[in-house]
């Protein structure tokens, strides 16, 4: 089983420069999330989406847009990089439900804005 | 707004020793708790997860326990292995999609 797919696995931008993260999930969830990993902050909710055709703000949206394509698929799209999104980014997915009841993590994809 | 601590950041145990890791969480009003792995450079593994109702959750050498009154959970290791060796995270859930808390972790390295 797959579970929740990221790509790239890597990346490295310049400033101002835009791209957008890939996710996808086989395991039939409603909902997905996207996540950024920081040194000394956790995990921090970038934005979520609850369900097909949802989607909405976490705790730092600023600076990234998503897109909920269909109930496989969410992406995280950064319009203008910048080097405070130097980071590793995480999709997780979890069955239908108020939140986490089980998450399922991608592995992650690892961006530098320089 | 939830507050979520792991410690200690970082712990060094001799192979075959049992273990705790903490967890400690300031709003004891959670729906659930969740303990992950993660090895470095790659995603989180989920671990075990609890449910407010539950006092403990176990699978295969690892325990979980909850206790909401006290804002702790603990995830207990027997007989810990070099395998065992990465960063165990818990998240605290307080109800609503965006409400979970993770901690930021314990990083457990098992020397042979």
Known sequence: NAGVTQTPKFQVLKTGQSMTLQCAQDMNHNSMYWYRQDPGMGLRLIYYSASEGTTDKGEVPNGYNVSRLNKREFSLRLESAAPSQTSVYFCASSPPGQGSLGYTFGSGTRLTVV | ?112
């Open chain 2, 1 to 112: 707004k939830q507050e979520v601590t792991q410690i200690p950041a970082a712990l060094s145990v001799p192979e075959g020793e049992n273990l705790v890791l903490n967890c400690s969480f300031t709003d004891s009003a959670i729906y659930n708790l969740q303990w992950f792995r993660q090895d470095p450079g790659k995603g989180l593994t989920s671990l075990l997860l609890i449910q407010s109702s539950q006092r403990e959750q176990t699978s295969g050498r690892l325990n979980a326990s909850l206790d909401k009154s006290s804002g702790r959970s603990t995830l207990y290791i027997a007989a810990s292995q070099p395998g065992d060796s990465a960063t165990y995270l818990c998240a605290a859930h307080s109800g609503g999609y965006q409400k979970v808390t993770f901690g930021t972790g314990t990083k457990l390295q098992v020397i042979p």
